[in-house]
């Protein structure tokens, strides 16, 4: 199996013939079609279904796909990274659940960094896609939360995905609803006086378990739910609509005011940390990140910061 090969199979799907993706790639037809054929041969599989029409992707051809796409932005990552070897490149990529805090530890790093070149990503992701992407390297640091409920399973995919675990802080849970809700007023309360209002929740996509979930007492069942991908999406829930979220009691600044945070009276506590892989080794840009986020989390009241 060659780069070039997995090059061509995916402008052949893009463009849903080989003809149009020779055409495209200035290549021949000749060779488009023997190197998906070797390719199949190779794997075992048939990728592509031909017809009068063009070709269309088999299941196993849709999952060779996904795996392509990923192994040639890898290998274009590679080659953008060592393009200029006399140039300094600064790179980080983080990705996160949703936290604020983490999108401004980012922020500040960003603001901070006075480098010529630089490269900064953050990814806003799923738990699982967390886990995945400093598996792979696509991320050096993943932020995502643990407790008594989800730790064994996770510590389970840490294992699995050679990543290493490193705590933040601890926080008791939080009840975050606007500051107009019901209960806005509430000193403190108990998971049953959340009964009447729909919960809101991140969206795990094909991960959909209780152990992925980015909030705690998921595995509680709940008549109305309402999950979403976006932190702004969930912000104009809470200020608009009578519904709640779960979290770790770390406000935001935009959410500061309009949205109240009461302390939940559960025995449940959350632990907010990262993952690094076992194999990295971490970058200056990297290291003032984590110490950004301890920044931050030492400010905040609300919880108990590790170090």
Do not use: W
Not at 152 to 168: E, N, T
Not at 177 to 199: C, F, M, S, T
């Amino acid at each position: 199996m060659t780069l070039q090969q997995l090059r061509y199979l995916i402008a052949i799907a893009e463009y849903g013939s080989i003809n149009a993706a020779a055409q495209n790639l200035y290549a021949s037809q000749s060779n488009l079609s023997t190197a998906i054929k070797e390719l199949e041969q190779e794997l075992g599989i048939t990728v592509f279904t031909r017809s009068n029409r063009g070709v269309t992707l088999t299941n196993d051809g849709t999952e060779l796909l996904g795996y392509a796409r990923q192994v040639i932005e890898q290998a274009d990552m590679l080659e953008t990274r060592y393009a200029d070897k006399g140039a300094t490149h600064l790179r980080l990529a983080v990705s996160t659940q949703h936290y604020a805090f983490s999108v401004q530890a980012f922020v500040n790093v960003v603001e901070a960094c006075e480098g010529d070149e630089y490269e900064f990503i953050l990814r806003e992701a799923t738990t699982a896609e967390i886990i995945d992407d400093v598996r792979t390297f696509r991320s050096e640091v993943g932020i995502l939360y643990t407790d008594d409920f989800n730790r064994r399973v996770l510590q389970k995919a840490f294992d699995d995905a050679d990543v290493a675990y490193f705590p933040l802080f601890d926080a008791r849970v939080h009840v975050f609803v606007g500051e107009h809700h019901p209960l806005a007023n509430a000193k403190q309360l108990r998971p049953e006086d959340l009964a009447d209002y729909p919960r809101y929740s991140f969206e795990q996509g094909t991960t959909n378990s209780f152990y992925y979930s980015e909030e705690p007492l998921s595995h509680l069942p709940h008549k109305r739910n309402i999950r979403i991908s976006d932190r702004g999406t969930l912000t104009n829930l809470l200020t608009s609509y009578n519904g709640y979220t779960l979290s770790t009691g770390v406000l935001s600044a935009e959410m500061h005011s309009g949205i109240a945070s009461i302390p939940l009276a559960t025995e449940e506590d959350m632990q907010v940390g990262y993952i690094m892989h076992n194999e990295r080794r971490p970058s200056e840009l990297l290291l003032r990140y984590i110490d950004e986020l301890h920044a931050i989390i030492g400010a905040d009241p609300t919880v108990v910061p590790h170090r």
